[in-house]
């Protein structure tokens, strides 16, 4: 359908970039993208105010795939992110963006993986750099003119920098840069700290935010759980188990998620289809009608396919991605709670997408409750309930129409009447699990479901500076956190930048995961996550930070 492409082929990019957008299987560009891609596209400096969850890598990476050359074989944007996490994201983003532009080279810089094969694949001339600020910081004290071709600079979650302190880094880095690239800064908040910045080293900035209006949703119930990107599809089939739905919308942001999640759960014996802008018109109606009329249950859509969608009978709407702005979030809850019926809708938030879920929360002007992943006891009371609903109607009249039958059944076979009333539940039950043991081995738990990670606002702490007092009252342990020692302390050289930086690295874990890090003269305390502590302990076992063994374990205060 060329409409629906229409949104990103008016944006003037590239046509390399354009084809693998389309090929991604996006149906049309974000808010932060219509309004930041022509900005960047034209060579301005930019500061944008956006989330994660906005479509945001794709607000710079395209314009600026779009503006190299990719027959210079030299670093050309450099892309500065606050961990390795992002920084591994930014570049695999790039990497799917560039699919059509052979030549193109894309290197992620980060600690903890070892410096020498990075310096030689930036001389070698990958021309998108993506890197954290404090190894980039290392590399340009080996090779200070490993910077000097940059012309698109991108600082993405800026705000998130300086609060892990990249301050002194980022001036090392810009200066190491020619004054005439062009700078593009986003950040989600935009604190006197990030004005700053842009004052001294944006020239002309043009600003770009999504203007959000306040909305009201009335009857609809909204709650959200925490999940982590890969397990999304465990959670829906969970989450679906529990939840009384009469029919339900899923969203999600492309056409290949609309096909892979509607086969899981036709997989699992849900009457679903997919619903995306790939899908011919008449089809379309077909789909919608089947909902309407109760052959379909479940509809996995995109926004687009989605648009102008009235069926009744949705009791449910489930954000499975997160959508890109309040607004589609409001209209997209709008499927259910029609004709002054109620609805739910849930939404499913990953660590990274908290913000968002506060933005949404803010303009809504309602709360969104968390709600926990059903655990395996809940899964089987609601499968018991189901079987108890389909077959309570059945049994008043039945024993009149097939008691005889029953009768000769069971003396034929030679079997009690109960014996012969279990068989049968096995058959009508198609072998589903309806013992607590079966359940669980059947759905094992989602790890990290439990608790879900918590946001907080001082997520790290400076050293002591004092460096006296070892011993001060107890900080309260944050939730579903374990404390950890290391006797790595701030007079072995450590901050807590560098004891999250190893730990995020080695453990692969979310910046949520990790609680509050305090660091005192001669060791350290870290929050890690309860569950799997051992494991994760496991993994971190020959992690060294600032050249020393961190050697962390389980610390208890007492
Ligand atoms: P970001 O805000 O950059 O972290 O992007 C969030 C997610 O949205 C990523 O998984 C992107 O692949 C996806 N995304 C970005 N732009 C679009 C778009 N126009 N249509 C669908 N998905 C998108």
């Known amino acids: 359908m060329t409409q629906e492409i229409g949104g990103f082929a008016a944006l003037d990019l590239h046509p390399n970039v354009l084809a693998a957008v389309i090929a991604t299987g996006y149906e049309e560009p974000s808010a932060i993208q219509i309004q930041a891609i022509p900005v960047i596209l034209?060579?301005?400096?930019?500061?944008?105010?956006?989330?994660?969850?906005?479509?945001?890598?794709?607000?710079?990476?395209?314009?600026?795939?779009?503006?190299?050359?990719?027959?210079?074989?030299?670093?050309?944007?450099?892309?500065?992110?606050?961990?390795?996490?992002?920084?591994?994201?930014?570049?695999?983003?790039?990497?799917?963006?560039?699919?059509?532009m052979p030549?193109?080279?894309?290197?992620?810089?980060?600690?903890?993986?070892?410096?020498?094969?990075?310096?030689?694949?930036?001389?070698?001339?990958?021309?998108?750099?993506?890197?954290?600020?404090?190894?980039?910081?290392?590399?340009?004290?080996?090779?200070?003119?490993?910077?000097?071709?940059?012309?698109?600079?991108?600082?993405?979650?800026?705000?998130?920098?300086?609060?892990?302190?990249?301050?002194?880094?980022?001036?090392?880095?810009?200066?190491?840069?020619?004054?005439?690239?062009?700078?593009?800064?986003?950040?989600?908040?935009?604190?006197?700290?990030?004005?700053?910045?842009?004052?001294?080293?944006?020239?002309?900035?043009?600003?770009?935010?999504?203007?959000?209006k306040t909305q009201t949703v009335t009857a609809?119930?909204?709650?959200?759980?925490?999940?982590?990107a890969d397990q999304k599809h465990a959670a829906v089939l969970r989450l679906l188990e529990v939840e009384e739905f009469d029919a339900l919308i899923g969203f999600v942001r492309t056409k290949q998620a609309t096909l892979d999640l509607a086969a899981a759960l036709e997989a699992k014996g849900y009457k679903a289809a997919a619903l995306n802008?790939?899908?011919?018109?008449?089809?379309?109606?077909?789909?919608?009608?089947?909902?309407?009329?109760?052959?379909?249950?479940?509809?996995?859509?995109?926004?687009?396919?989605?648009?102008g969608l009235d069926v009744p009978r949705i009791t449910h709407v489930m954000n499975v991605d997160m959508p890109y702005d309040p607004e589609s979030y409001v209209h997209r809850i709008g499927r259910t709670g029609r004709a002054g019926r109620t609805g739910r809708a849930l939404l499913l938030?990953?660590?990274?997408?908290?913000?968002?879920?506060?933005?949404?929360?803010?303009v809504t002007g309602q709360k969104v409750g968390e709600v926990k992943l059903p655990d395996a006891k809940q899964v089987l009371d609601a499968r018991i309930k189901k079987l108890t609903?389909?077959?309570?109607?059945?049994?008043?009249?039945?024993?009149?129409?097939?008691?005889?039958?029953?009768?000769?059944?069971?003396?034929?076979?030679?079997?009690?009447?109960?014996?012969?009333?279990?068989?049968?539940?096995?058959?009508?039950?198609?072998?589903?699990?309806?013992?607590?043991?079966?359940?669980?081995?059947?759905?094992?738990?989602?790890?990290?479901?439990?608790?879900?990670?918590?946001?907080?606002?001082?997520?790290t702490e400076r050293p002591d500076r004092e460096g006296s007092r070892e011993r001060r009252a107890p900080v309260p342990l944050s939730e579903g956190k374990a404390r950890c020692r290391t006797a790595l302390g701030a007079r072995d050289g450590i901050a807590a930048k560098n004891l999250l930086g190893a730990i995020l690295n080695e453990g692969d874990l979310a910046r949520e995961d990790i609680g509050r890090i305090q660091v005192r003269e001669s060791f350290s305390l870290v929050e890690l996550p309860e569950e799997g502590l051992d494991r994760l302990l496991g993994k971190l076992k020959d992690t060294r930070v600032g050249g020393k063994p961190l050697k962390l374990r389980r610390y208890r205060e007492d």
């Open 42 to 100: 034209a060579g301005h400096d930019m500061i944008g105010q956006a989330q994660t969850g906005t479509g945001k890598t794709a607000a710079f990476a395209l314009p600026i795939l779009s503006r190299i050359d990719p027959a210079k074989r030299q670093p050309q944007a450099l892309i500065l992110a606050p961990t390795r996490e992002l920084a591994l994201q930014v570049a695999t983003a790039f990497e799917t963006y560039a699919k059509q």
């Open 103 to 212: 030549g193109v080279n894309v290197i992620a810089v980060y600690g903890g993986a070892p410096m020498g094969p990075q310096l030689k694949a930036i001389r070698n001339g990958a021309q998108i750099v993506v890197a954290t600020p404090g190894r980039l910081v290392d590399h340009l004290r080996r090779d200070e003119k490993v910077l000097s071709t940059i012309q698109h600079l991108v600082l993405d979650e800026a705000d998130e920098m300086l609060k892990l302190g990249f301050m002194d880094d980022l001036e090392v880095i810009f200066k190491a840069m020619p004054e005439s690239r062009q700078t593009v800064l986003f950040s989600a908040t935009l604190p006197h700290s990030i004005r700053a910045i842009a004052e001294k080293h944006l020239r002309d900035p043009k600003h770009v935010k999504i203007e959000t």
């Open 220 to 228: 609809i119930e909204q709650v959200h759980l925490m999940v982590h």
């Open 277 to 307: 802008g790939d899908i011919a018109q008449n089809q379309r109606e077909r789909v919608i009608e089947s909902l309407k009329d109760g052959r379909l249950d479940i509809v996995i859509a995109t926004d687009v396919a989605a648009r």
């Open 349 to 362: 938030v990953t660590p990274r997408e908290r913000r968002m879920l506060q933005v949404i929360e803010r």
């Open 389 to 459: 609903n389909s077959l309570a109607p059945l049994v008043a009249d039945a024993e009149a129409s097939h008691g005889e039958l029953l009768d000769r059944l069971t003396a034929d076979i030679g079997c009690s009447p109960r014996a012969l009333a279990a068989a049968l539940l096995r058959k009508a039950t198609n072998g589903q699990a309806l013992t607590l043991t079966e359940v669980e081995r059947d759905q094992p738990l989602v790890p990290g479901s439990s608790g879900g990670p918590r946001e907080r606002s001082e997520r």
